[in-house]
């Protein structure tokens, strides 16, 4: 069993940065791709970035690519999400991902395992 714990969120006005972090407990978290999601209010959960196992691949929304940044740190069992230049149509809440699945696309949030409890991010004009 994996259990994700995010951190990082909070309110910050348009331009901010902000890092969120997702720690991983259980074992073999290397073997896991790893995926950041948000949802907005009123709005269905859509993909933002992913990792895959060993870092190689990253993959981005439209909305994410030249703005935010995501990576891992196998030896903390952690991975991050960098968020630069935000803005307020970032506002939602942001869940990380994990997923043990071979070949998993990375995009489809039903691909992942397990999820954390989700993290806000409030980004005002």
């Known amino acids: 069993q994996v259990q994700l714990v995010e951190s990082g969120g909070g309110l910050v006005q348009a331009g901010d940065s902000l890092r969120l972090s997702c720690a991983a407990s259980?074992?073999?978290?290397?073997?896991?791709?790893m995926g950041w999601f948000r949802q907005a209010p009123e709005k269905e959960r859509e993909f933002v970035a992913a990792?895959?196992?060993?870092?190689?691949?990253?993959y981005y929304a439209d909305s994410a690519k030249n703005r935010f940044t995501i990576s891992r740190d196998n030896s903390l069992n952690t991975w991050y999400l960098e968020m630069k230049n935000l803005k307020p149509e970032d506002t939602a809440v942001y869940y990380c991902?994990?997923?043990?699945?071979?070949?998993?696309?990375?995009?489809?949030?039903?691909?992942?395992?397990?999820w954390g409890q989700g993290t806000q991010v409030t980004v005002s004009s």
């Open positions: 990792i895959s196992r060993g870092g190689a691949i990253t």
């Open positions: 259980g074992p073999t978290f290397s073997r896991y791709s």
């Open positions: 991902a994990a997923g043990g699945k071979i070949g998993l696309r990375l995009t489809m949030s039903s691909e992942y395992d397990y």
